[in-house]
């Protein structure tokens, strides 16, 4: 069974720029959330999505967006990036979003901002 | 609000200890715990979760962890630590007042000497 596949793994983007970055879900699983890594910060709950719909958000700008296509994958945009930006961005999912399920989560995508 | 606390940034133990990595919360209603360990540049990995039933969970790579009610505690635990088990751990607690969102601890460095 495949597990959560982010991508890219990496990218290097200039303030300014905009980003989109791709997560597939474990197949079957209908949620899908989002957390930004910095060493400074630990995890940073971005967004969460279930059946297409957001179900829950974070305390970030609004540059900060995404979305959830039927299929289950998500992809979240970053635009007008920052130096601030920089950051290891996760993306997790889960069969359904109840008290009893664990989170699976991909290996990230580290994006650099110069 | 649910809450998660890791008091120690990091823990340091000798190969073949028992290692101990503590996890307090603070939550409205039944809490529902996890445990996840991130190596370095990769995603979460789950550990192992408290749902209900036994105090003592076991989980994956010989941990286990112990839910103490009244002290509002989850302490992950090792009987032998190893070398490999050198990470960063993380504690969560599924979030009941937001759509089941995980709250995270800041995270336990863990570090494991020869």
């Known amino acids: 069974k495949a597990g959560v596949t982010q991508t890219p793994r990496y990218l290097i983007k200039t303030r300014g720029q905009q980003v989109t970055l791709s997560c597939s879900p474990i197949s079957g699983h209908r949620s899908v959330s989002w957390y930004q890594q910095t060493p400074g910060q630990g995890l940073q709950f971005l967004f969460e999505y279930f059946s297409e719909t957001q179900r829950n958000k974070g305390n970030f700008p609004g540059r900060f967006s995404g979305r959830q296509f039927s299929n289950s994958r998500s992809e979240m945009n970053v635009s007008t990036l920052e130096l601030g930006d920089s950051a290891l961005y996760l993306c997790?999912?889960?069969?359904?979003?109840?008290?009893?399920?664990?989170?699976?989560f991909g290996q990230g995508t580290r994006l650099t901002v110069v | 609000a649910q809450s998660v606390a890791q008091p120690e940034d990091q823990v340091n133990v000798a190969e073949g200890n028992p290692l101990t990595v503590k996890c307090t919360y603070s939550v409205s209603g039944n809490p529902y715990l996890f445990w996840y360990v991130q190596y370095p540049n990769r995603g979460l990995q789950f550990l192992l979760k408290y749902i209900t039933g036994d105090n003592l969970v076991k989980g994956s790579y010989g941990f286990e962890a112990e839910f103490n009610k009244s002290q509002t505690s989850f302490h992950l635990k090792k009987p032998s630590a190893l070398v490999s088990d050198s990470a960063l751990y993380f504690c969560a607690v599924r979030d009941l007042e937001s759509n089941y969102q995980l709250i995270w601890g800041a995270g336990t460095k863990l570090i494991i000497k020869p």
């Open positions: 997790a999912s889960s069969l359904v979003a109840a008290v009893n399920t664990e989170a699976f």
